[in-house]
């Protein structure tokens, strides 16, 4: 059964440095999600890809946070520089088009901020 | 602004009960309600979803009821496993647009043997 690939799975850095995720989605999937879940959270949308194009990143700290699926496959999440706050569980979510509601998340990146 | 909210917070039940999880909504134009579960450091996966036009859907042991006017929706678990101990997520969105799912705090279940 094909699944979200990330990585690395965990990642611990101090504070003020970069931080890069990684994510494949299920093969061809045009929709690519990143989430942040806080720790006792449910999962909160940081950006939505459509193929190449972000179609909404209301959420996403601009100031410190980018993202990009250059090819509309594969992606990356960065930070920089990070902050204490941002330790959190960093999930990737695909969905195949638009017949289907369903998203598929990835194991996701437990980033720890020191 | 929190547009699902979930309860209870934390569930214990014995083998063989049948938990129940409550969610609640705000946003009349979500048309996409899925049920998530996820155990320690690990990924939410899709349990079951149902979307306004039915108001029960059942899959194996889990089911979903849906009150549309009410704005609620809950997930049962039929005979309950100790294996079923985890977080469950429900969440909404306008499916059809394949916007973002809005998640619920998330309600910790342990099934005692």
């Known amino acids: 059964e094909a699944e979200v690939a990330q990585s690395p799975r965990y990642k611990i850095t101090e504070k003020s440095q970069a931080v890069a995720f990684w994510c494949d989605p299920i093969s061809g999937h045009a929709t690519l999600y990143w989430y942040r879940q806080i720790l006792g959270q449910g999962p909160e949308l940081l950006v939505q890809f459509q193929d190449e194009s972000v179609v909404d990143d209301s959420q996403l700290p601009k100031d410190r946070f980018s993202a990009e699926r250059l090819k509309g496959v594969d992606s990356t999440l960065k930070i920089q520089p990070a902050e204490l706050g941002d330790s959190a569980m960093y999930l990737c979510a695909s969905r195949r088009d638009s017949s289907t509601d369903t998203q598929y998340f990835g194991p996701g990146t437990r980033l720890t901020v020191l | 602004q929190q547009q699902v909210k979930q309860s209870p917070q934390s569930l214990i039940v014995q083998k063989g009960g049948i938990p129940i999880i409550n969610c609640a909504y705000e946003?009349?134009?979500?048309?996409?309600f899925p049920w998530y579960q996820q155990f320690p450091g690990k990924g939410p996966a899709l349990l079951i979803a149902i979307r306004p036009d039915v108001s029960e859907k059942k899959e194996g042991r889990f089911t979903i009821s849906f009150n549309k006017s009410a704005k609620q929706f809950s997930l049962h678990i039929m005979d309950s496993q100790p294996g079923d101990s985890a977080t469950y997520f429900c969440?909404?969105?306008?499916?059809?647009?394949?916007?973002?799912?809005?998640f619920g705090e998330g309600t910790q279940l342990t099934v005692n043997p």
């Open positions: 946003n009349t134009a979500f048309d996409y």
């Open positions: 969440a909404a969105s306008i499916g059809t647009s394949g916007s973002r799912l809005t």
